[in-house]
């Protein structure tokens, strides 16, 4: 089959910086992500390979280039998730999905979605009153409803926001804590805290703290409440039995939303008890008003590595079970 060939022009020095990466680290990478050949030539970029990786490529490459031009860069997070989702074949523009603005910070950093699925999931909490996001650590499940929870009320469509996590985790019992039960429960919390402090700023937190319009509080506090006009965010979900997920979601008022976050796989409940987070599908999933989010290794956002640490625990798993499997089925002959 014959090459296809396309060239592009960039006419900015700056952009064609942005765009090669240090030393072109990132055209090594599309080069070899793309299996297809890059010729540089000053501002000139020739793809050369098959018609469908070229046309490809070059449509990544329209999306960086625009998003250079309009933001005067690209982060090299978003530069990477775009590789991955183009060399996955999704070749449907994605720049205008990461170009919703959540809310601000106190420091005036501007909170958008870097994944299509934190998008999915913001576009679900605008939507539903109540939203499950469900997945690994680093996919900003948690981060984003806060950031959703401080718009709603900065835009006055709620009067309160409510955090919440079930206080058990690694199998530490509070009463072994020291202090008051403040002290007790602040680390169970704490994430949840420089979520709001960065977003909120520590003295808009603190007043509003003050006024009783921000709590934070482990799950318990939940009970025997009627919870109108607020967001609550229940984080940590998979930590939850089966009778706490239901007394969580029973709590909603009138003109409340709620986000429950959690990851099935790193469940610290005692053992024999299950986790209120992994039932709920089964029992609401064709509630109208109600949607589940699911987050993968895609849609991690911290480190490299937090990837692949993800795969390298999959796969670990999977190996794991088909071995069970195997002996348990040798052990029945």
């Known amino acids: 089959m014959d090459n296809f060939e396309k060239q592009l022009s960039i006419n900015n020095s ?6 090669f990466g240090q030393m072109d680290s990132n055209i090594k990478q ?42 005067g860069k690209v982060s090299q997070e978003k530069f990477n998730y775009l590789m991955r989702h183009y060399a996955e074949g999704n070749t449907e523009r994605v720049s205008d999905y990461l170009n919703d ?33 469900i997945g690994p650590a680093g996919t900003g499940k948690t981060y984003l ?4 929870a401080v718009d709603a009320f900065r835009k006055k469509e709620v009067e309160r926001i409510i955090l919440t996590r079930p206080a058990v985790e690694a199998g530490e019992k509070l009463g072994f804590l020291p202090g008051d039960l403040q002290d007790k429960v602040d680390p169970y919390l704490r994430p949840l805290y420089d979520a709001l402090f960065e977003i909120m700023g520590a ?9 009783g319009l921000i709590e934070v509080a482990p799950l ?19 930590n939850t039995t089966k009778e706490q997920m239901k007394m969580f979601l029973t709590r909603l008022g009138y003109g409340s ?45 911290r480190h490299r590595l937090v990837q692949d640490i993800i795969s390298a625990y999959e796969k670990f ?12 089925g040798n052990s029945n002959r």
Do not use: W
């Open 30 to 71: 599309i080069r070899e992500l793309f299996n297809i050949d890059l010729l540089v030539r000053e501002n000139d970029l020739k793809i050369i390979g098959k018609e469908e990786d070229v046309k490809a490529v070059a449509k990544m490459l329209d999306e960086i280039i625009s998003a250079i031009e309009k933001e």
């Open 203 to 211: 003295e808009n937190y603190l007043r509003n703290l003050e006024k």
């Open 14 to 19: 700056k952009t064609v910086q942005i765009l």
């Open 145 to 148: 409803a806060v950031a959703m």
């Open 317 to 328: 798993e999977k190996n794991k079970d088909r071995e069970e499997k195997r002996r348990n």
């Open 257 to 301: 939303k709620a986000v429950v976050t959690g990851d099935v796989t790193q469940i610290d409940l005692p053992a024999g008890k299950k986790s209120g987070l992994k039932q709920v599908e089964g029992i609401l999933k064709n509630v109208k008003g109600i949607s589940f989010i699911y987050f993968d290794k895609k849609d991690v956002v």
């Open 101 to 133: 603005i959540l809310t601000v910070t106190s420091s005036g950093r501007m909170i958008k979605p870097k994944t299509i699925g934190q998008k999915m999931y913001i576009d679900n909490i605008r939507k539903n009153d109540i939203v499950f996001g």
């Open 220 to 238: 318990a506090y939940m009970r025997g409440r009627t919870i109108d006009s607020a967001f609550i965010i229940l984080d940590e979900a998979q």
